[in-house]
């Protein structure tokens, strides 16, 4: 079964400044989906960013970008120029290829310090 | 786009009550929705996985005599905790997906807060 592993349980970063998430996954499969989703206080899940394993590309969404390495099984998630309104829970995502269900982390708590 | 109403947010009832929670997806067909349970500072576990027009596949612990999942159109799906008790009180939030494929995002609800007296 797939595991998602995130060893930081909580972050903190001054406000404009540059954080990175950890995140490493197991699995013997060669094609899927990586997600980072962020859970504010209002309990909404919302995407972040996604990547497909396929892609050497790293994905990037506006501020936030991410550090995928398959070899390594991990994927990082860098958020620049941190802001306020970034804090929130932030859970890594697996899905395999095909209809499959994602497999979420424990989640890091991101607190912004102004 | 790509937006999920979820309904109620928040229910407060007595031991006993069956709740019924709906999933909507407003501007897509969901082909396949799914609902989690998230306890207090928990990740959030899969319930189950319905696919429109066919029954939901649960995951292993998830009683699907106690969680009802119904997903009779391609923009509805709803789950109802029967004989609701303490215990099940939760965060139960759903998602929906527009195709069966899995490179295609989850979209979520706003969760519904179940609180069993």
């Known amino acids: 079964a797939q595991t998602v592993t995130q060893s930081q349980p909580e972050m903190s970063v001054q406000e404009a400044e540059t954080v990175t998430l950890s995140c490493t996954y197991d699995?013997?499969?060669?094609?899927?989906?990586l997600f980072w989703y962020k859970q504010p206080p209002s309990r909404q899940m919302i995407l972040v960013i996604r990547?497909?394993?396929?892609?050497?590309q790293n994905a990037t969404e506006n501020r936030f970008s991410v550090n995928f390495q398959k070899a390594a099984k991990s994927f990082s998630l860098k958020i620049s120029d941190s802001q306020l309104g970034d804090a929130a829970m932030y859970f890594c995502a697996y899905s395999g290829f095909g209809n499959e269900k994602l497999t979420f982390g424990t989640g890091t708590r991101l607190t912004i310090i102004p | 786009g790509a937006v999920v109403s979820q309904h109620p947010s928040r229910v407060i009832c007595k031991s006993g009550t069956s709740v019924k929670i709906e999933c909507r997806s407003l501007d897509f067909q969901a082909t396949t929705m799914f609902w989690y349970r998230q306890f207090p500072k928990q990740s959030l576990m899969l319930m189950a996985t319905s696919n429109e027009g066919s029954k939901a596949t649960y995951e292993q612990g998830v009683e699907k005599d106690k969680f009802l999942i119904n997903h009779a159109s391609l923009t509805l799906s709803t789950l109802t905790v029967t004989s609701a008790h303490p215990e099940d009180s939760s965060f139960y939030i759903c998602?929906?997906?527009?195709?069966?494929?899995?490179?295609?995002?989850?979209?979520f609800g706003d969760g519904t807060r179940l609180s069993i007296l």
């Open positions: 699995t013997s499969e060669s094609d899927y989906y």
């Open positions: 990547q497909e394993a396929y892609k050497q």
């Open positions: 998602s929906a997906r527009e195709t069966e494929y899995s490179n295609q995002p989850q979209h």
